[in-house]
């Protein structure tokens, strides 16, 4: 099973990294260039313990949906969402916040499974594990700009 795992440094509180990362409208952003869009289940704002989301975006060309569903939470510093349906064989994705001298030290780690047997691990060796690890670092970017920055304010709503 191939393991994807990314660290990112962010100069920024915990709980802010934390909301961003479960955030639907800013997994939106970090995705526009897969046309992805929620379709059903929490379809914006931020997604929650037991709570599921369907996307439907392209890639490689394919029009292609997913469903994952919120199966572990603990805030700030950790939840996991799991693949219900979709292309790949199963999916989990862990998210972890630990504080960090430097503000949030956030660590993915993502395993999964492709379909196809034999087909799916040469397709993983040649390009999927490096397409989903592209994904994952373009998404956390995005986090981290969003948190080192007042844009964050227009995802995450400030208490008054």
Do not use: C
């Amino acid at each position: 099973m191939p393991r994807i795992e990314l660290r990112t440094i962010i100069k920024a509180n915990k709980n802010l990294v934390f909301d961003l990362s479960r955030s639907i409208d800013l997994h939106k952003i970090s995705t526009e260039h897969t046309n992805e869009e929620a379709i059903s289940g929490k379809t914006s704002g931020l997604i929650g313990m037991n709570e599921s989301v369907t996307w439907k975006a392209k890639h490689f060309g394919i029009s292609q949906t997913l469903t994952t569903k919120i199966t572990e939470f603990e805030l700030p510093n950790y939840f996991v969402d799991e693949m219900l349906n979709g292309v790949f064989k199963s999916f989990k994705h862990e998210h972890l916040f630990s504080d960090s001298d430097k503000g949030t030290l956030m660590t993915d780690i993502f395993d999964y499974k492709s379909p196809l047997g034999i087909l799916g691990k040469l397709a993983d060796f040649l390009f999927l594990k490096q397409y989903m690890s592209e994904l994952l670092k373009k998404r956390n970017m995005i986090v981290k700009e969003f948190a080192e920055s007042d844009k964050w304010k227009v995802i995450i709503k400030p208490e008054l």
